[in-house]
């Protein structure tokens, strides 16, 4: 049975959308590129090198240059894949609270979106990637053969991300959560430029209710779904 070659996932903060992408595509054998990673490398670096976030042109200037290389290297700390900056593995440090706080206003800029495009259309174009992000369905891979737009309550996220945290042996203070997931929400879908949005002819999954092995059978049963109509087409 023929999979789709190019599947577009989009979705807001922590709806599981990395997790569930990630355990797919070791199940198929496609690479998992999540590009918010990108977002957050690119912000990483500017408060590295203390950028005024406000000054769009040293920003887009930073994220033109950048080297920034997403591996399928997997190591012992439940990482999806690794992200290299200059010989530097910035995995860990891409997800501080910090970069947390830091990253719509960074992806909201345009020249940092456009440094960015290029990126991932070309990683896209190798094929049998799951791409996950929050405009990869309208803007990075339009055509692409199946999107998915995965959601959860934003309680249900707070919720996660609380338990994640926890379980790392980070302080986790569930209000605060929920305030910022709620507030990176509102900035990703609100700004003018690729704002979070479902496209109209995604698939949508919603795992609220959902286990993370429910979560991922029922991506998979989307794929399987999609290859059946494909089929049904052909003939
Ligand atoms: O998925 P994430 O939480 O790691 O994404 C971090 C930020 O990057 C998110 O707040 C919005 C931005 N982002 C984006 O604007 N476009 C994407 N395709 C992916 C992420």
Do not use: C
Not at 16 to 33: D, E, H, P
């Amino acid at each position: 049975m023929s999979l789709p070659s190019t599947i577009a996932v989009d979705g807001p903060a922590s709806s599981g959308k990395s997790t569930v992408s990630f355990a797919v595509s070791r199940r198929i054998g496609y690479l998992f590129v999540d590009t918010g990673a990108f977002y957050r490398a690119i912000t990483l670096l500017a408060l590295e090198q203390h950028l005024d976030l406000d000054n769009f042109a040293e920003v887009s200037a930073l994220a033109e240059r950048a080297q920034i290389d997403i591996t399928p290297e997997l190591a012992d700390d439940g990482r999806q894949y690794t992200v290299m900056t200059d010989g530097r593995d910035i995995t860990a440090a891409i997800h501080a609270p910090e970069v947390d706080a830091a990253v719509s206003k960074v992806s909201a800029i345009p020249g940092v979106r456009a440094a960015l495009l290029n990126t991932q259309r070309k990683i896209a174009a190798r094929g049998r990637v799951i791409m996950a992000g929050r405009d990869i369905g309208t803007i990075v891979l339009p055509d692409a053969d199946l999107k998915i737009y995965i959601d959860a309550s934003l309680e249900e996220r707070a919720t996660r991300r609380y338990h994640q945290r926890a379980s790392n042996g980070e302080s986790a203070d569930l209000d605060a959560i929920r305030e910022a997931i709620r507030k990176r929400d509102e900035a990703d879908s609100q700004r003018a430029i690729s704002p979070l949005l479902r496209a109209p002819d995604a698939v949508y999954l919603d795992t609220s209710h959902l286990t993370q092995l429910e979560a991922i059978e029922a991506m998979i049963r989307i794929l399987h779904e999609w290859s059946r109509e494909k089929n049904h087409e052909q003939r």
